[in-house]
């Protein structure tokens, strides 16, 4: 029992930090239809921007708590990843933005080469060792042998917190219905008085932002950064996306917890399972027989897809 608590804590950690970087995914797709891959390489070079400010703060004094040194850190990051995701979308979407569907594809997986070799020559190739400012000293839960830090708590909490702050945007303010209205119908929306190039370049900088958290929580949660840190991260939080529903944001959160407590549980018992014969270091390939499962099974995920056919 102790083991299989374990895991659950392990697993909403983890699916936290997909269900941050899905909600990325999943707010492009369903105003644009296109899929934003160079995502996990915004959340890259968060994590990495975060630790060159991290760095020059505690250059001048390292009297200042850890979390308040996050805190200072983290809005300058999310700045610069959404001001990095603003241009992204001028530059590698917009101009395509009435071409065939494969072209923004395209020109996705070029951008995201053209980050990581960015980020390689200003950071170098090797791996950097990402100071740890949380608290990580375990809490035994109840007695049962299951243990959780002050970090992982503080990354389930903030995640939380975010997703639903962003679900409230969405759905109740007035920047959220012209972002429904765009994904509905850019034309009419158009018509109606929205600017969709404004609703699609804010849709981007909130995208980048969140990834610029979920870099943030991954660096803190394992304590190093290098120049392709994004790309699996990015590729598992697509997988939750479609296996929420891809375009729905609700589908997106639920689709990352679920996937970050189907690989927990999966690395925690693949052992047993296989006498053996694999271990732990297999996790990665539970995220992708879940893709493969939902594409075949339920191609809409979960919750259904919430984008509109075009008029």
Same mark, same amino acid.
């Given at each position: 029992?102790?083991?299989?608590?374990?895991?659950?804590?392990?697993?909403?950690?983890?699916?936290?930090?997909?269900?941050?970087?899905?909600?990325?995914?999943?707010?492009?797709?369903?105003?644009?239809?296109?899929?934003?891959?160079?995502?996990?390489?915004?959340?890259?070079?968060?994590?990495?921007?975060?630790?060159?400010?991290?760095?020059?703060?505690?250059?001048?004094?390292?009297?200042?708590?850890?979390?308040?040194?996050?805190?200072?850190?983290?809005?300058?990051?999310?700045?610069?990843?959404?001001?990095?995701?603003?241009?992204?979308?001028?530059?590698?979407?917009?101009?395509?933005?009435?071409?065939?569907?494969?072209?923004?594809?395209?020109?996705?997986?070029?951008?995201?080469?053209?980050?990581?070799?960015?980020?390689?020559?200003?950071?170098?190739?090797?791996?950097?060792?990402?100071?740890?400012?949380?608290?990580?000293?375990?809490?035994?839960?109840? $007695? =049962?042998?299951?243990?959780?830090?002050?970090?992982?708590? /503080?990354? *389930?909490? #903030?995640?939380?917190?975010?997703?639903? %702050? !962003?679900?409230?945007?969405?759905?109740?303010?007035?920047?959220?219905?012209?972002?429904?209205?765009?994904?509905?119908?850019?034309?009419?929306?158009?018509?109606?008085?929205?600017?969709?190039?404004?609703?699609?370049?804010?849709?981007?900088?909130?995208?980048?932002?969140?990834?610029?958290?979920?870099?943030?929580?991954?660096?803190?949660?394992?304590?190093?950064?290098?120049?392709?840190?994004?790309?699996?991260?990015?590729?598992?939080?697509?997988?939750?996306?479609?296996?929420?529903?891809?375009?729905?944001?609700?589908?997106?959160?639920?689709?990352?917890?679920?996937?970050?407590?189907?690989?927990?549980?999966?690395?925690?018992?693949?052992?047993?399972?296989?006498?053996?014969?694999? $271990? =732990?270091?297999?996790?990665?390939?539970?995220?992708?027989? /879940?893709? *493969?499962? #939902?594409?075949?099974?339920?191609?809409? %995920? !979960?919750?259904?897809?919430?984008?509109?056919?075009?008029?």
């Amino acid at each position: 029992m102790d083991i299989f608590l374990q895991q659950i804590i392990n697993g909403l950690v983890l699916g936290s930090i997909y269900a941050l970087i899905a909600l990325g995914y999943t707010m492009v797709y369903g105003v644009l239809g296109i899929i934003n891959f160079a995502h996990g390489e915004v959340l890259m070079i968060g994590a990495m921007v975060s630790l060159s400010l991290l760095g020059l703060i505690l250059s001048f004094t390292s009297d200042l708590p850890g979390w308040l040194t996050l805190l200072i850190v983290l809005p300058i990051t999310m700045a610069v990843c959404a001001g990095l995701s603003y241009w992204i979308e001028r530059i590698a979407y917009r101009p395509l933005r009435n071409a065939p569907r494969l072209a923004p594809l395209i020109s996705a997986i070029g951008m995201s080469i053209l980050l990581q070799t960015i980020a390689m020559m200003i950071w170098s190739r090797n791996p950097m060792t990402y100071p740890q400012l949380l608290p990580s000293i375990p809490i035994d839960l109840w $007695g =049962s042998g299951a243990t959780i830090t002050g970090k992982e708590i /503080v990354i *389930i909490v #903030v995640a939380l917190a975010v997703m639903c %702050g !962003l679900l409230f945007l969405v759905e109740k303010t007035k920047l959220g219905r012209a972002m429904r209205a765009t994904a509905e119908n850019t034309q009419i929306a158009a018509l109606m008085g929205v600017n969709p190039n404004r609703v699609i370049s804010i849709t981007f900088m909130l995208g980048g932002a969140l990834a610029a958290l979920a870099g943030i929580m991954i660096a803190s949660n394992y304590g190093n950064v290098h120049f392709y840190m994004g790309f699996i991260p990015g590729l598992k939080a697509f997988t939750a996306a479609v296996l929420g529903g891809i375009g729905n944001l609700k589908g997106a959160m639920l689709g990352g917890l679920l996937l970050g407590l189907i690989e927990s549980l999966g690395a925690g018992y693949i052992g047993d399972l296989t006498g053996g014969v694999f $271990g =732990s270091n297999y996790q990665d390939i539970f995220a992708f027989l /879940v893709l *493969i499962l #939902v594409l075949v099974l339920r191609p809409t %995920g !979960l919750l259904g897809e919430r984008v509109s056919d075009r008029a």
